[in-house]
């Protein structure tokens, strides 16, 4: 009998398989492009191409397709058979270099914010060759970078690769002028946890707010919520069961590791969990695995909600970003080490991130945003919209040493100050904190606040530049001295340095706590609301000379992506209030006023009297505040800005979701079950077995 384990792999083109199949020359050609020491020549691309093809013709592979991840945050692809017409007229499978490395598509119909005219829709898709082809229901995906006929990137990935490149040569510098020139590249390691939300598909078809926005507009609070906290941890129901068998399985055969899965907070929400993998490459399978989720969901009569907060009152879901610094041999520069040398390097890293998070805290606050996640950042079940480093008590206590200031409280073992005693260190030296934004946990850090339905290339992206600048400066004083001790005496200075200007941004508290909001204001630490007010940071003086500096992004292409970061805040609020005024005036009023007629004739029994009153002052009410929505909603139609349309929705339009909601759930619990037109809180949440 077959075991699924036994198909790992098998939709795969990784590098097991290269090495099998294609001639060893050139195998050998791809592996030193792949550390860019070479181009990849005509020759090798065809022959890998033909492998490919061949490979994926024996699977039942018809089409192959550019798969890359436009500026939308979800991914794009176009198929082209591998059909062609022989001489004779017959038909012939072929598949060339060019086809492999090269593909054209309409770049006229993505977001490119300006860079490029409507009319002029020639764009272009290469092969990241650092990234495997996999095969997806008959198609060959080969993963690639998309970009205008002028060169411009339109694309997610195209500056991730460019950050990753920079963060590899100044962290190879670092390490380099500390002893170990063997290092040559350093990777971004990153593993991500995705949740996600299961409702019945049935029901899911009934609520147009859940089909056109995500998440719910309307609805009360069911009884039951999330206070029991027995759903955490508990067991899987087995029709979800049976759908997370079937996600699994398609993610083994393309080659994801995907390893852990339970049930999460809040009734109906999930997680699965994958392993390590370069942050490209764990990019690519986490968007795998979230078209993986909503499509497989349908086969098992099931919807996945990605949105950050499809359900009032009840927690939402993230998507937690771990990463780590590992060496092309294997060494992770955030593990603390077990020698002196190593404990001075893992200082300096530690260091270098924390004044890169405290320098940079407003791009990682817009990084981790969409407009799904001004619902959670900030509320007691996500980390803060401001910026802080946990490090643990340990790491805290030696680094604010290092910096001259009083340590008032330690470890359960007495933490120990100097540099060579860290060798004694715990690996699990500390709480995990949960309400910190930006978490050490080890030999890693955890981004907490991406939102769920987020494309995690824009993180990695900032966190992968942010740092390498950080480290630049480091490496180029480094390399002013000659002798290793006389490095490592300065590598102690610069830690002494940036702790002292930098340290404000440790805390290990409570991020939820009203106490924290007033003390990260005394310590000059930003608390950026929303998402729309976080965009201008993008295109600011320091954001624009950080990813000039380290060519990862130009002026005019910073511009265009905050333009459609705007687009996307407010089409997402124009839709979302569309469809709350349709629900309204379509369905729920509409309904109470059947039932409101059908017993306005009992108006002397008390019970009814009451209701009927209740009923005529919320219908006035919701009809004052929709005219109101449509009023504001109209007017922001005349803004030419699309800065000052974004927060106008954000501070007139969008309070008044939840002033419409608060009258229409109240509605919802005075009126029939038979008579409210929408599936409750109770029938989305609570059976799914």
Not at 199 to 224: C, F, I, N, W
Not at 410 to 420: C, P, Q, V
Not at 506 to 520: P, Q, T
Request: hydrophobic share 40%.
């Amino acid at each position: 009998m077959s075991h699924p384990f036994d198909d790992f792999g098998i939709h795969l083109f990784g590098e097991k398989l290269m090495r099998e199949r294609l001639p060893y020359p050139v195998y050998t050609s791809w592996k030193t492009a792949l550390v860019k020491e070479s181009a990849l020549d005509r020759s090798t691309a065809d022959a890998i191409a033909h492998a490919m093809k061949t490979w994926a013709m024996e699977l039942g592979a018809t089409h192959y397709t550019h798969w890359f991840q436009p500026l939308t945050g979800q991914t794009a692809e176009k198929h082209d058979s591998f059909l062609e017409v022989a001489k004779d007229g017959s038909a012939l499978a072929q598949f060339s270099g060019k086809g492999l490395i090269k593909g054209e598509t309409d770049g006229s119909s993505f977001p490119s914010g300006g860079l490029r005219a409507t009319f002029e829709a020639r764009g272009y898709t290469y092969w990241d060759i650092s990234s495997p082809a996999f095969i997806r229901d008959n198609v060959l995906c080969i993963p690639s970078i998309f970009v205008s006929y002028n060169g411009e990137p339109l694309d997610q990935k195209a500056p991730l690769l460019k950050a990753l490149d920079r963060l590899s040569t100044e962290a190879s510098r670092v390490v380099q002028a500390l002893g170990d020139k063997q290092v040559k590249h350093v990777k971004l390691s990153v593993g991500l946890e995705q949740e996600y939300f299961l409702v019945d598909k049935s029901m899911y078809e009934q609520r147009k707010d859940l089909l056109l926005t995500g998440r719910t507009l309307l609805g009360a609070s069911a009884p039951r919520g999330q206070e029991f906290e027995d759903h955490y941890f508990g067991s899987i129901p087995a029709r979800v069961k049976a759908y997370m068998d079937e996600v699994n399985t398609e993610l083994w055969k393309v080659g994801v590791f995907s390893k852990v899965e339970h049930n999460e907070v809040a009734p109906g929400q999930f997680e699965f969990s994958v392993i390590f993998a370069e942050a490209n490459i764990a990019v690519d399978q986490n968007q795998i695995l979230m078209d993986l989720l909503k499509k497989i969901a349908i086969k098992h009569d099931l919807a996945c909600l990605l949105h950050e907060k499809p359900f009032k009152g009840i927690n939402g879901s993230g998507k937690h970003n771990n990463w780590s610094l590992i060496t092309d041999d294997g060494q992770n520069l955030l593990e603390p080490g077990d020698k002196p040398h190593e404990n001075i390097r893992f200082l300096l890293f530690a260091s270098a991130i924390i004044k890169a998070i405290d320098e940079f805290p407003e791009l990682i606050r817009l990084a981790a945003s969409g407009p799904g996640n001004d619902h959670r950042l900030g509320a007691n079940e996500a980390p803060p919209a401001i910026i802080s480093v946990f490090m643990g008590d340990v790491v805290e206590s030696i680094l604010l040493n290092l910096a001259d200031k009083k340590v008032t409280k330690t470890n359960k073992e007495s933490a120990k100050y100097a540099l060579g005693n860290l060798s004694y260190m715990p690996k699990d030296n500390t709480d995990r904190n949960r309400t910190s934004p930006f978490a050490f946990t080890g030999n890693k850090f955890e981004l907490r606040m991406l939102g769920s339905s987020l494309s995690a290339s824009f993180a990695n992206t900032v966190i992968s530049t942010i740092v390498a600048d950080s480290l630049k400066g480091i490496a180029d004083r480094l390399d002013d001295f000659k002798y290793l001790q006389d490095v490592r005496d300065e590598a102690l200075k610069i830690i002494q340095e940036i702790m002292r200007k930098h340290h404000r941004v440790l805390f290990s508290g409570d991020g939820y706590s009203n106490d924290w909001v007033i003390e990260a204001a005394e310590r000059g630490l930003p608390n950026i609301k929303s998402f729309v007010e976080a965009i201008e940071f993008l295109d600011d003086d320091k954001a624009r000379k950080l990813f000039e500096r380290n060519a990862v992004f130009s002026i005019d292409e910073l511009e265009a992506r905050s333009d459609i970061l705007y687009e996307q805040y407010i089409k997402t609020i124009q839709v979302e209030a569309k469809t709350l005024i349709r629900m309204v005036e379509r369905e729920v009023l509409p309904q109470t006023t059947i039932y409101l007629n059908s017993i306005i004739g009992l108006k002397d029994i008390a019970y009814y009297s009451r209701q009927i009153d209740t009923l005529i002052r919320l219908i006035d009410s919701i009809d004052a505040k929709l005219t109101q929505l449509k009023d504001n909603l109209a007017d922001t139609h005349h803004i030419d800005s699309l800065k000052e349309e974004g927060l106008t929705l954000r501070h007139k339009v969008f309070p008044l979701f939840d002033s419409i909601r608060e009258d229409v759930d109240k509605l919802e619990l005075v009126l029939p079950r038979q008579m409210y037109p929408f599936p409750s809180y109770l029938d989305l949440l609570f059976l799914l077995d």
